[in-house]
């Protein structure tokens, strides 16, 4: 492949145009610079996007060229569709439920945020890039976003903070994002008026409800003024002040994110208006909403994530309708809203795909050969690249029609609209992707990125018939990879190149926040951001995403194990629902604790109930309790079978399968402190969290190995006493 020299282009929106053009299936997903006759080059060169391979994106495309900070996407949205609905909530309803959506429209949200905005300017905040920055902390809601627009309407940079943040990393960002206010919950605002709040907070919104006249004595006494969103917004429109004299410009801060971090303390990621729109403008075309979409927001807005996504949806018209803050009506949510465009995480979409799976299930016998019929046609479509779906009234072929007519009464379940899906934070099981493109929705997409990449740097195309990769690079990155031979990567590896994931482009963060040594050594000189993930190209230039360089470890024979691919692979056990794998240097083997699935768990629970009477003699009277089960041998012996035949099907080798193995039947979760907001496993808590079972989970498995060494030594004195025997009776004989 010709080489392509390595550029950024404020001039990029030419090539959006060009890229846009392109058709996917016709070219190469990624394309690389450098000699193709040099296998070490190759593994390391620098890949594009083959949509755009001269340039790196950085801008919108006509007529959105002049959009170049998250304020003028609000400004030129209300522009442009004033009237469309904008931002919706559930109503609360007098007797404590939920209503519809009720909506606030483009227009009437700009106005409002110009409100805000000057209210917050006769509150004392301080506009301009040089002054203190200000906190939003709550739940997904209109608010959240009304305030952070208000505060980058006046320049000011905004610190998210997630509502569920530990104690110990909520008292590290208040006391290093140098804060001037913080917006928050009623709930926020009780924890951070029991914390130790600095100084230069001088005023606390309230994003929900009412004044809080004297709810809170203690904060006058610590020179602390509070006030509701609505009333802040009241002084704003009566007594308007010229906020539209501080506008933001691109290379401005726009947001400080504190990582929720898997080890350590928070770091505070830095990123300029220009490195947000150019992440937005490089997956203009790879996220096709339009103003007639709706899409339900769920995942936090403290997280990169999500907030980049708003930016793709705000600047061309979508509609976002927030879910009403319990994780357990979420699919209620969806009946209501009826999305089109979900952004996701493998744990919710698990759980999508086991209600589908039950209501299969609990179907009568010829609803379920109608399905799978239906099923097998749309897998051989997926896998031919021919699963999109066309336009409504467009005459199809009758088996397609067929499986649409099957599928349809599953996609209700979630309002029965949705035509795209992006998962991301970590991968999605490869046979649960499949499943779900095929019963919900073709056109999912898995991508790859990191907060300090400004999000997404790799990102599916949405008809890829092959799955468990995260695609090719996005228009706005180039990625390489970098060999790491003290842990067996290499960029010459065959047939994949492997190595750590490394990114640049426009998007990349500006530094971490007060840490110039921690900066340098993820951001090198030349541009290039470390992620410390371990990478591979796949066929046609995509990447997958296969281990972490934090999360090794080494056993007792000098190996090391990665637990994130051991994981992968036993979470595709159908017992298994959560799964983390641990080891250390004392050991020979890694050992699990798993939080099962509790359906596919009664099954092997009543296996070994048949079992039990087979070997008591008689049946059992009633049965125990699964609390009780769970540390059965023969439960746990059954269930690490099933992972370690998942292991085998994923080409682990001996030494990386478990050995032993602990069930716990509380999920992980964020308020325990094991997973991160955006459910990622944080492997330090874990371990501390689940010391005991680790060393149940060993103990377990030396007691087995015991018994098999004791059982192995038995049939060789047998074999040994048979074969004497057999001599004894061939002398006899001879005789």
Not at 358 to 378: N, T
Not at 454 to 469: F, I, K, Q, S, W
Not at 704 to 730: L, P, Y
């Amino acid at each position: 492949m010709q080489s392509v020299p390595i550029s950024h282009s404020s001039g990029g929106v030419a090539v959006v145009e060009e890229w846009a053009a392109l058709s996917p299936p016709t070219m190469p997903h990624s394309s690389a610079d450098g000699a193709p006759d040099d296998p070490s080059h190759v593994g390391s060169a620098p890949r594009r996007s083959a949509r755009c391979p001269a340039h790196l994106v950085d801008t919108f495309p006509p007529p959105l060229r002049g959009v170049r900070t998250l304020h003028a996407v609000w400004e030129s949205a209300a522009t442009r569709f004033g009237g469309r609905p904008f931002l919706g909530s559930r109503e609360k309803l007098a007797d404590g439920g939920l209503g519809g959506y009720k909506w606030t429209t483009y227009a009437e949200a700009a106005a409002l945020r110009s409100d805000i905005a000057s209210g917050l300017l006769h509150a004392g905040v301080l506009p301009g890039p040089g002054h203190h920055h200000v906190a939003v902390m709550g739940r997904n809601s209109p608010e959240w976003c009304l305030m952070e627009a208000a505060c980058h309407a006046i320049s000011v940079c905004t610190v998210p903070i997630y509502e569920g943040v530990g104690a110990q990393a909520l008292r590290f960002i208040l006391k290093d994002a140098d804060l001037q206010a913080i917006a928050c919950s009623q709930e926020g605002a009780k924890v951070l008026l029991d914390s130790q709040l600095p100084p230069s907070v001088k005023l606390l919104v309230m994003l929900e409800g009412p004044d809080p006249t004297d709810a809170w004595p203690e904060a006058g006494n610590r020179g602390l003024r509070i006030l509701s969103l609505d009333s802040l917004a009241r002084v704003g429109r009566s007594s308007p002040h010229p906020h539209r004299s501080h506008p933001p410009k691109p290379s401005d801060l726009a947001t400080i994110v504190y990582t929720s971090g898997t080890t350590g303390e928070p770091k505070g990621v830095m990123h300029t208006h220009a490195s947000l729109i150019a992440n937005s403008a490089g997956t203009w075309n790879l996220r096709p909403n339009t103003e007639n979409d709706v899409y339900l927001s769920y995942l936090p807005l403290a997280h990169i994530f999500e907030r980049v996504v708003h930016i793709n949806l705000a600047i061309k018209g979508t509609a976002i309708g927030f879910y009403s803050g319990e994780a357990l009506r979420l699919f209620e949510d969806m009946l209501e809203l009826k999305p089109t465009i979900l952004a996701s995480v493998p744990r919710v979409l698990s759980r999508m795909h086991s209600s589908i799976v039950a209501a299969i299930d609990h179907s009568a016998r010829p609803a379920q050969l109608l399905f799978r019929a239906a099923y097998e046609f749309g897998r051989h479509q997926l896998l031919r690249g021919q699963a999109a779906r066309p336009p409504p009234g467009t005459p199809r072929p009758i088996m397609a029609a067929f499986q649409d007519l099957v599928m349809q009464r599953l996609r209700e379940k979630f309002g029965g609209r949705l035509r795209f899906i992006t998962c991301g934070s970590a991968p999605l099981r490869e046979d649960v992707a499949e499943f779900l493109r095929v019963t919900l929705c073709p056109a999912l997409c898995q991508g790859y990125g990191t907060t300090e990449a400004g999000c997404t740097v790799a990102l599916a195309e949405p008809y890829d018939g092959l799955n468990g990769h995260v695609g090719p690079p996005v228009p706005c990155c180039e990625v390489k990879l970098a060999s790491r031979p003290d842990l067996g990567y290499m960029t010459t590896d065959r047939p994949y190149p492997r190595g750590e994931i490394l990114v640049r482009g426009p998007s990349v963060f500006k530094g971490y926040y007060k840490q110039e040594g921690m900066t340098r050594e993820v951001l090198q000189a030349d541009g290039w951001l470390r992620t410390r993930d371990i990478g591979e190209w796949i066929e046609g230039g995509r990447l997958r995403v296969i281990d972490r360089i934090g999360a090794l470890f080494k056993l007792s024979r000098g190996e090391y194990v990665s637990p994130e691919v051991l994981e992968a692979a036993y979470l595709r056990a159908p017992a298994v629902m959560q799964c983390f794998v641990a080891g250390d240097p004392a050991h020979r083997h890694p050992v699990a604790v798993v939080v099962p699935n509790l359906a596919e768990l009664e099954k092997i629970v009543a296996d070994v109930e048949l079992d039990g009477r087979a070997d008591d003699g008689g049946p059992q009277s009633g049965r125990r309790r699964l609390e009780e089960l769970i540390e059965d041998p023969r439960v746990l012996q059954a269930l690490m079978d099933q992972m370690i035949e998942e292991g085998e099907r994923a080409g682990l080798r001996k030494f990386e399968q478990i050995r032993g193995l602990a069930i716990v039947l509380h999920p992980f979760n964020v308020s325990s402190g094991v997973l991160t907001p955006t459910f990622k496993l944080r492997r330090e808590a874990a371990r501390r969290m689940f010391a005991s079972e680790i060393e149940r989970a060993y103990s377990w498995a030396a007691a087995a190995d015991a018994a098999n060494g004791s059982a192995r030594k038995q049939q060789q004195e047998h074999g040994q006493r048979r074969q004497v025997a057999t001599f004894e009776d061939a002398d006899d004989d001879g005789v």
